[in-house]
């Protein structure tokens, strides 16, 4: 039973197309993000949800935009992708985002290519 | 946002050996500290956390040093087998919706 599950795991696509990954975790937790890994491994936040409204916001483009159709999925979906746009996406999920001692739980990622 | 120009730090260590892994963190408010491992191909996953009224916390063959003076954050392994070769990052957080701000990783090696 995988607690945080995404997909695709690969994900290969020609520039400017739309494209959408899927997140769901089962773990109970109200708290769920969007982090992109570069190639140099540096994890960066995207978005955080808690309780499906958003609560972070990084400086994105709005070419991505998070959805939260309840609080045990985040979906991104990614439009006019670019060349900058390939990394590794995980999703990951906290059980309370305002708690300090806050653990996250990661997802086992989506590697995007954008060719 | 992007690391451009920066090295992930490899560290390279002899099957028995202990290991050391260092992070230097930003935010003199972060109140939470925390380990991640990730292996190859897999997200990264909690191994230790310390909070900042301790400076010392020792799990199974893990020990997290934090000296706030310095805004410095220590991972020790004990015994370092193959399967700890992975990426380790070190991450802080502060009170309420503050984010968790991953460090820049370093890469274990470990040499049988």
């Known amino acids: 039973d995988t607690a945080v599950s995404q997909t695709p795991k690969y994900l290969v696509t020609q520039m400017g197309n739309d494209k959408s990954i899927k997140c769901e975790q089962n773990l109970g937790h109200d708290t769920m993000y969007w982090y992109k890994q570069d190639s140099k491994k540096f994890l960066k936040i995207m978005f955080s949800y808690n309780n499906k409204e958003l609560i972070i916001n990084e400086t994105v483009p709005n070419r991505f935009s998070p959805k939260s159709p309840d609080k045990a999925h985040l979906n991104l979906h990614i439009n006019s992708l670019e060349l900058g746009d390939s990394a590794v996406y995980f999703c990951?999920?906290?059980?309370?985002?305002?708690?300090?001692?806050?653990?996250?739980?990661f997802g086992s990622g989506t590697q995007l290519s954008v060719l | 946002g992007e690391s451009v120009g920066l090295h992930l730090p490899t560290l390279s260590v002899q099957e028995g050996d202990n290991s050391i892994i260092n992070c230097a963190y930003s935010n003199s408010a972060s109140d939470y500290f925390i380990w991640y491992k990730q292996e190859s191909g897999k997200g990264p996953q909690f191994i230790i956390d310390?909070?900042?009224?301790?400076d010392k916390r020792q799990g199974q063959r893990v020990t997290v040093l934090l000296n706030k003076t310095v805004k410095h954050l220590s991972l020790q392994i004990a015994a370092t087998q193959p399967g700890d070769s992975a990426v380790y990052f070190c991450a802080e957080k502060g009170g309420g919706y503050q984010k968790v701000t991953f460090g820049t990783g370093t890469k274990l090696q470990v040499i049988p």
């Open positions: 990951a999920s906290s059980q309370e985002s305002r708690a300090t001692n806050e653990k996250l739980f």
């Open positions: 310390i909070r900042s009224n301790m």
